[in-house]
């Protein structure tokens, strides 16, 4: 067994390793890092939500109520289903008015009120008091049944005082962590840092004690939970199909944590207060009920091996810590110990914490400024809320004694969420309903308390036997109809569903009848403008605030002298200066009456996050900061700005609410299409890939496209060869015929002897003319046939090349009976060309004339040259008739032919064409001609 | 989706489907022999929950300090 000092030394330890994360995370943050500034610690700190009462008590539940306990958490999880814009809207309101707590809250709503601030505060000390007693006792509890006192005087000394201990330590936990400084509204990295890590703890040694008690002690979850049905299905609700009223205590559950996880001072403290991005709400959305799923996992199976171990059901919350001893793992069981101790420290020091905030600035600072003879205490905030947290945890303390172990105690959980319930129609109604007012949420919370009090708080403590049970027998002075568990006759409904009924039914009634039948004044119907429109009050300022007629030295010194009443003189100094500061005045001599109302409320707000914003109020108030030829002035210039508007305040307000309505309609649109555009956008990325892909593949079909016209390039050329082949053929049998016959005569004169010298001379010359006509011809096909698309341009008599073209198909077209007459040109006019392409184009014109002419009765061929100053023109001219008009437009598409099929490719005027043009010339059919003439137009070499 | 998630309305609609859901083991679910079905039953509900709570959560706008 372990020993209570070893217990008390290992708990020590823990608690200075949080101290030490807390110090690094200030220390850090004062330079910038702060670590509890990320969603996932944010996250983390939320499940403060589950405190000793979720680590031991559901185990008692369970056995009990079979899943009863998983309402108290589905109902968490449902809420930020459904409040989640509430959440939102609170985080806004906590940055707009400094708000520290729930009851500044209701009481910035209505009117800055005290009234219901106090009841607000009243409402959630008695309500959360028992709760923070029912921790203590789960410590207490749990460290005396893990630790064997000894006989040692050190452990006996120990035992006795472990109350103290615990009580000392917890308080100077909630100062040390919490309270160090007077500002409220400044976040506290270091307690938000030890709270996320009190829950990470819990957290793992809930999910190891669970796992080794279910797996190891148990024969695992499915063995264990169908033992439970076989053995206690009958007996334990809530294992199977229920009754109406079991379903309706099933909802009710869901109801008030539901509401809880909203307006439980602790949760609002760390959900709004600690809030430091609204966008880390988001994660906690699901970060944080994913935490509810997971400590939840192993209750049941936990509390079934319990009840199979048949361990009494009346120790059913301390299953958790039983099992493992009684089965020898007692370092599991301190390990459990310690997240049980994490459990409730959190939750003790968060709530002490909002509780000792609200109690000063609600319940203390009405009474400072009301009676003189407390005004000393103003200079003494810091050191009264350090009191405040002392006393409730003391009082916790004191409630554990008192109470002891009876069911006013263990069944206080869900009777504190039934009181913070009532805080609901208050709030809710508050930040959604305009006509909500003071008179009717302070009939409200009244009665909802009073019905909390009367139906759930009185009878816990006659259930416990603290007080006489008559009255929930026979009902107050004997009458049955107002007994407190079937009030008005309504029974049969376990006594939480009951009164979370009437509760509701009487604070929401009354909130109603007393806001509907009660005047609102003008103040408060202003700031119900401002919260429930959200509107942002600072557009009129503009033009009637010129009459600068107020000392502003003098303003600033009253704002001082009032901020020095509860403030040291530096602080009060600084607060004074950013009440300046942000009513944007700090340099202006003198001021206006508008401005002077802006000065009112930022330093009413600065001073605020000290002591409430009621308590701020009402000491600005005390400090006649607006004077009455002031407040005359401000009315004038109210009123001028109503005559100028010409619309009353209600037609104001009407208009307000119809913009506000039109301006969230338009977001919903801008929503809408902002969504509609992201689709668009989507599919436009994907339709940009489609394109790209059909780009490439257009890409690849132009390549072979490329290829294969190139190809017909070729194809087209050395059909044109063919076409002269027949010509070129002759061209060289004439010379070499020639040749043949002046050999032969070379023979028969060398035979007759008759050979002279000047003769053979003679013939030898006419032999060398005709060879070299010979190799000119091969040289031109040679060229011919080769591709020349790369060839560097080159200068090149146009003579020269008609020249070389019509060698090879003058001699073949004369002897078709073409008469071909070229007008060649003086040698000195020359092209930059390739040579090759051009006498490609001239023979392509030349071939297509013979075609056009060959079935006609005269048949010619003209190549007639012109040349201007910066260009020439090649013209053939055939003896045709011109090409039908019809065909003119298609003639130089690629393809197009008008020759029999087989005998023409229909690419020898387009390739031609693309030649031309490549020399940057044109070639053009001429219209005007009566015969058919195409016109090759290149500019002239150098020019 | 992206549309239902942003409309205020259709929070109410996931919030009752999954409020119905929870307790319908208590309603439509019959036999005590059953805990593990309905232990089961009960978490993967709560699971689609906090899925759905995560999911309108990335609907709602935030506003700039």
């Known amino acids: 067994m372990i020993s209570m000092t070893f217990i008390l030394g290992v708990l020590l330890a823990y608690i200075a390793l949080l101290y ?68 939102h809207r609170l985080v806004r309101m906590k940055r707009r008015y400094h708000i520290t707590n729930i009851a500044d809250l209701i009481s910035v709503r209505y009117g800055r009120s005290e009234l219901l601030g106090a009841m607000a505060t009243m409402g959630a000390v008695v309500g959360l008091i028992p709760y923070i007693a029912l921790q203590l006792k789960s410590i207490l509890a749990t460290s005396t049944l893990i630790a064997v006192t000894s006989n040692t005087q050190a452990d006996q000394l120990l035992s006795k005082s472990l109350g103290p201990i615990f009580v000392g330590t917890l308080i100077a936990g909630t100062v040390l962590l919490g309270i160090r400084r007077l500002d409220p509204t400044e976040r506290h990295p270091g307690l938000i840092i030890t709270v996320a890590v009190e829950n990470v703890v819990k957290l793992v040694a809930f999910l190891a004690a669970g796992g080794v008690i279910v797996f190891l002690l148990g024969g695992g979850l499915g063995a264990t939970l169908h033992s439970a049905g076989e053995k206690f299905g009958t007996q334990i609700q809530y294992l199977g199909r229920t009754t109406t009223p079991e379903l309706l205590k099933w909802l009710t559950y869901i109801l008030l944590s539901g509401s809880a996880v909203l307006f439980l001072p602790r949760q609002f403290h760390v959900t709004v207060v600690e809030n430091s991005d609204e966008r880390h709400l988001k994660t906690a959305s699901w970060l944080f009920p994913s935490y509810l799923v997971l400590i939840n996992l192993f209750v049941l199976p936990v509390a079934v091996t319990g009840l199979l171990a048949q361990v009494p059901v009346s120790r059913a919350d301390t299953y958790l810590l039983e099992l493992p001893l009684k089965s020898g793992h007692p370092y599991l069981a301190v390990l459990i110990f310690l997240g049980g101790f994490s459990a409730a420290a959190g939750m003790v020091i968060v709530e002490t914490m909002a509780l000792s905030t609200m109690i000063t600035h609600h319940l203390m600072m009405p009474l400072i400024n009301r009676f003189r003879v407390l005004a000393f205490a103003k200079r003494h905030m810091l050191q009264m809320r350090w009191v405040a947290a002392g006393f409730v945890i003391v009082a916790g303390y004191h409630y554990t004694f008192t109470v002891g172990n009876s069911y006013a105690l263990v069944s206080m959980g869900m009777i504190s969420f039934a009181a913070v319930l009532q805080f609901a129609p208050a709030t809710v109604g508050g930040l959604f309903w305009r006509k909500g007012n003071k008179a009717g949420a302070a009939l409200g919370l009244t009665a909802g308390f009073a019905a909390w009090a009367y139906m759930l708080f009185i009878p816990a403590f006659i259930k416990g036997g603290h007080v006489e049970s008559a009255l929930l027998e026979r009902g107050p002075f004997g009458l049955q109809l107002l007994r407190p568990e079937s009030f008005l006759g309504l029974s049969g409904l376990d006594p939480l569903t009951h009164a979370a009924f009437w509760t509701l039914f009487f604070n929401v009634g009354f909130y109603m009848l007393g806001s509907l039948v009660f005047r609102t004044s003008a103040a408060e119907q202003l700031d119900a403008d401002n919260i429930v429109g959200a509107q942002q009050g600072a557009a009129l300022t503009a033009s009637h605030s010129k009459e600068l007629t107020i000392d502003r030295a003098t303003k600033e010194q009253i704002v001082y002298r009032t901020f020095e009443q509860f403030l040291p003189p530096a602080k009060a100094r600084e607060l004074t200066d950013r009440a300046m ?189 005709l060879t070299g006509r010979i190799a000119a011809i091969i040289k031109g096909l040679r060229m011919f046939s080769r591709n020349a698309g790369m060839d560097p341009l080159q200068k090149e008599s146009v003579a020269g090349i008609l020249r070389s073209t019509l060698s090879f198909c003058e001699h073949k077209f004369k002897s078709e009976g073409i008469e071909v007459a070229v007008k060649y040109p003086d040698e000195s006019i020359a092209l930059d060309c390739r040579p090759t392409q051009i006498s490609q184009v001239v023979l392509n014109l030349l071939n297509n004339a013979r075609d056009a002419i060959m079935t006609l009765p005269e048949r010619w061929i003209r190549v007639d040259v012109e040349s201007g100053v910066d260009h020439v023109e090649v013209s053939v001219t055939d003896s045709g008739p011109g090409i039908d008009a019809m065909l003119r437009a298609k003639i130089f598409q690629p393809f197009f032919t008008t020759k029999p099929v087989g005998l023409g490719t229909g690419l020898g005027l387009s390739v031609s064409k693309g030649i031309i043009e490549s020399h940057q010339g044109s070639l053009n059919l001429d219209t005007a001609c009566g015969n058919t003439r195409f016109i090759i137009r290149l500019p002239r070499c150098g020019k | 989706m992206r549309r239902f998630f942003k409309h205020p309305e259709s929070r109410w609609i996931a919030f009752l489907l999954c409020l119905g859901l929870v307790s319908w083991p208590f309603v439509g679910l019959s036999g005590a022999n059953r805990p593990l079905f309905t232990y089961i039953f009960l978490f993967v509900a709560w699971g689609g929950a906090v899925v759905l709570s995560g999911l309108f959560s990335s609907g709602v706008d935030i506003e700039d300090k």
């Not at chain 1, 401000?634 to 209600?650: D, K, N, W």
Request: with cysteine; glycine share 6%; proline share 2%.
């Open chain 1, 20 to 87: 030490l994360c807390a110090f690094i995370t200030e220390k850090w943050a004062r330079s910038g890092t702060n670590l509890a500034n990320n969603p996932l610690v944010y996250s983390l700190s939320l499940a403060v939500y589950c405190t000793s009462w979720t680590y031991y008590g559901s185990i008692e539940m369970a056995a009990k109520f079979g899943f009863l306990f998983m309402a108290v958490y589905i109902g968490a999880t449902l809420s930020l289903i459904g409040a989640a814009p509430l959440l």
């Open chain 1, 581 to 769: 500061a942000l009513a944007g005045i700090s340099s202006a001599p003198q001021l206006s009456a508008l401005e002077l109302v802006r000065l009112q409320d930022q330093a009413e707000l600065v001073l605020a996050g000290s002591i409430g914003m009621a308590a701020a109020h009402v000491a600005l108030r005390n400090a006649e900061f607006i004077t009455s030829p002031e407040q005359k002035a401000l009315s004038h210039a109210y009123g001028e700005m109503l005559a100028e508007i010409r619309l009353s305040p209600e037609e104001i307000r009407k208009k307000i609410d119809f913009f506000a309505e039109r301006k969230e309609i338009f977001a919903r649109q801008a929503a809408d299409l902002q969504a509609r555009l992201n689709q668009r956008d989507e599919e436009n990325l994907i339709k940009t890939v489609e394109l790209l892909n059909m780009n490439q593949q257009l890409k690849e079909s132009l390549a072979a496209l490329r290829e294969a016209q190139e190809r017909l390039l070729e194809t087209s050329k050395f059909t044109a060869l063919g076409e002269m082949a027949g010509g070129v053929a002759h061209e060289i049998n004439t010379p070499l015929c020639a040749i043949q016959l002046i050999a032969e005569q070379l023979q028969t004169l060398l035979s007759d002897e008759k050979l002279d010298r000047e003769m053979v001379a003679k013939l030898l010359g006419k032999i060398v003319e």
